[in-house]
């Protein structure tokens, strides 16, 4: 690096935190998520909210972040009312200051026009929409909740509530799906439904949580692959082990 070129990089600010706060709710548990998660019960978001106050207490007040986000869980299993208080306790924890970002994972089933107009007025600026897949079977072998109906219902809402920016959580290298089912089933026709419900950006991630998620679901594959190929194994053979 020049000598320009450092002195550049001092005067540059330095890049904000993100805040990354779980909420552990789950009504049901995916086959591949190894995430923490528990049933919502009364009892069990009273102490939610009391370990998220407490947290915040611990960190200090007028916190400055430049992305915020929500996920789980399914942050989507908290009422409406219960969205609006988590958002104005990350509000008095930014002291006024809003996150560049704010982010917040749903599920499909879990989108209702009231739970979006508690985001929005919270400060969100975008939805995470957990479709997993369009495949009917993938998402059976996922141990998904929703249906394609669901999302496209989903995504629509999203857009007339007036959140400009939505991603959809997709997953690839799932057992069953080659190269050219992904980009055929999951690129073509999920792209071309986006193109027909609304303006926006539209891309494909392959991050490092999808990459774990189908990891974790190819190990399960694996795992009953090899004990039905012990099944067919002489015993003799398999007692060896």
Known sequence: MTRVETE?????PAPLPGLYMHVPFCASTCDFCAFYQIQPTPESIAQYFDGIEREFVL????RVYGTVF?????PGLLTAAQLRRLGDLVNRHLGGRPAREWTVEL????????RLAALRES??????????SFQPRLLDALGRQHNRGQIDRAYERIRAAGFASVNLDLMFALPGQDEAAWQAEELGMNMSRMNATGKGQKGAYGSLNASLKSLRIQQME??????E????MPEDIQDED
């Open 59 to 62: 960190a200090g007040p007028d």
């Open 107 to 114: 599920a499909p089933g879990s989108v209702t026009p009231e």
């Open 229 to 232: 190929l012990k099944l067919d």
């Open 70 to 74: 929500w996920g789980g869980g399914t």
């Open 222 to 227: 694996a795992d009953r692959l090899a004990y």
């Open 123 to 132: 400060g969100v600026t975008r939805v995470s929409l957990g479709v997993q």
């Open 8 to 12: 550049q990089a001092k005067a540059e």
